[in-house]
């Protein structure tokens, strides 16, 4: 018997989107937001890093600038459908925004997630620049009706909470 024909909204990406939710959930259930988030940013470094790497691999430099970093936040969120752009880019910081969220309406209820682009942003930026806060302004996840995320590039910038990310020495790079 085939069940092709069935209308069931069901394929891998719906799926992994569900799973992430109820995974999100569960945590924030059971060990509360700011342990989630905590969770999350962990997965969030090791994929930031994964990126960073490819980017900088294809880009065939061992650092990206400023302009550069800008760029690739941008492209790899509209690469997963995050429709991020750069709202504003000044010496001291890059503004991001969005009316859409990777996740999609998963994320609703699910701030935990916002770790994902906190780490995501600030692990690449800080590799490649030195340093990065990353401050999430508005969230879908939270309610917002678009998120708006700040990258500081420089410490000691007046905002609200914030999460801050240091280059990481890396052996190959030791000498420079």
């Known amino acids: 018997m085939s069940l092709d ?14 799973l992430l939710r109820e995974l999100s959930g569960a945590l924030q ?10 969770y999350i940013s962990v997965v969030g470094a090791a994929v930031g890093k994964a990126l960073d790497e ?3 691999a294809a880009l065939a430099v061992d650092r990206l600038s400023a302009e550069q970093v800008a760029q690739v936040l941008v492209d790899l969120k509209q690469r997963i459908k995050g429709d991020f752009y750069v709202a504003e880019q000044r010496e001291d ?5 969005s009316n859409s969220c990777p996740f ?6 699910r701030p935990a997630l916002c770790m994902m682009t906190s780490n ?20 879908i996840a939270r309610g917002d009706p678009g998120c708006r995320v700040t990258v500081y590039l420089t410490p000691n910038q007046d905002g609200g909470e914030a999460r801050e990310y240091f280059r990481r020495v890396r ?3 030791a000498d420079l």
């Open 54 to 56: 490819k980017y900088r």
């Open 171 to 173: 052996p190959e790079l």
């Open 5 to 18: 024909h069935l209308d069931i909204d069901l394929e891998r990406d719906m799926f992994l989107r569900t």
């Open 120 to 139: 995501v942003f600030g692990h690449v930026t800080g590799e490649n620049l030195g340093y990065a806060r990353v401050q999430i302004d508005k969230a």
């Open 29 to 38: 259930d059971v060990v509360g937001l700011e342990e989630a988030s905590g």
């Open 104 to 109: 999609g309406e998963f994320v609703a209820g």
């Open 93 to 97: 910081r890059i503004v991001f925004a």
